[in-house]
T-cell receptor, first 114, second 111 residues
Framework: DAGVTQSPTHLIKTRGQQVTLRCSPK?????VSWYQQALGQGPQFIFQ???????QRGNFPDRFSGHQFPNYSSELNVNALLLGDSALYLC?????????????FGSGTQLSVL | QKEVEQNSGPLSVPEGAIASLNCTYS??????FFWYRQYSGKSPELIMF????GDKEDGRFTAQLNKASQYVSLLIRDSQPSDSATYLC???????????FGDGTTLTVKP
């Protein structure tokens, strides 16, 4: 049973560039959430996708956008990268959003912005 | 004030002792409560969840919930060095998809 897979594992970009991160959910899951985790902090919710739509969004600027495909996989796009965007980006999959869903995390993408 | 607060630690206990991790939350509408374990350099892994007031036990782990006090705790009995990790408390609102995480408590179990 395949778990949550994310790619790439590491990425180095410079300020102003754009980046795309990818995620495939756990088999049987249809909901994908993205989180940003800075060093020493807990994960911060970016947004959640279900049925190919953004269902909920955290306090992140419009530079952060996403997409969900018919096979439930998802992408996170970040435009005009800032130094402060350097963090671990976590994808989590779950069953349809009901408020009690348990999250299964991928191994994350470590993004460094220079 | 953060929505989910945890003792920052670090918390150090000897092997075989009970480790107690605490979490408070601000939103009274919260309905689901989770504990995730995160080893250094790894991603979070769900270890316990609780929805109702009281205690829930799973092996060496016990989650406790008191909605009136807006308080969640995790007890780890017979702590092992392999339990050394950061423990993240997460809270979900009613019908909300997002989980709000605390900043975690780092636990070290010394042999």
């Amino acid at each position: 049973d395949a778990g949550v897979t994310q790619s790439p594992t590491h990425l180095i970009k410079t300020r102003g560039q754009q980046v795309t991160l990818r995620c495939s959910p756990k088999s049987g899951h249809d909901t994908v959430s993205w989180y940003q985790q800075a060093l020493g902090q807990g994960p911060q919710f970016i947004f959640q996708y279900y049925e190919e739509e953004e269902r909920q969004r955290g306090n992140f600027p419009d530079r952060f956008s996403g997409h969900q495909f018919p096979n439930y996989s998802s992408e996170l796009n970040v435009n005009a990268l800032l130094l402060g965007d350097s963090a671990l980006y976590l994808c989590a999959s779950s069953l349809e959003p009901r408020g009690d869903e348990k999250l299964f995390f991928g191994s994350g993408t470590q993004l460094s912005v220079l | 004030q953060k929505e989910v607060e945890q003792n920052s630690g670090p918390l150090s206990v000897p092997e075989g002792a009970i480790a107690s991790l605490n979490c408070t939350y601000s939103d009274r509408g919260s309905q689901s409560f989770f504990w995730y374990r995160q080893y250094s350099g790894k991603s979070p892994e769900l270890i316990m969840f609780i929805y109702s007031n009281g205690d829930k036990e799973d092996g060496r782990f016990t989650a406790q919930l008191n909605k009136a006090s807006q308080y969640v705790s995790l007890l780890i009995r017979d702590s092992q060095p392999s339990d050394s990790a950061t423990y993240l408390c997460a809270v979900n609102e009613v019908n909300a998809g997002k989980s709000t995480f605390g900043d975690g408590t780092t636990l070290t179990v010394k042999p």
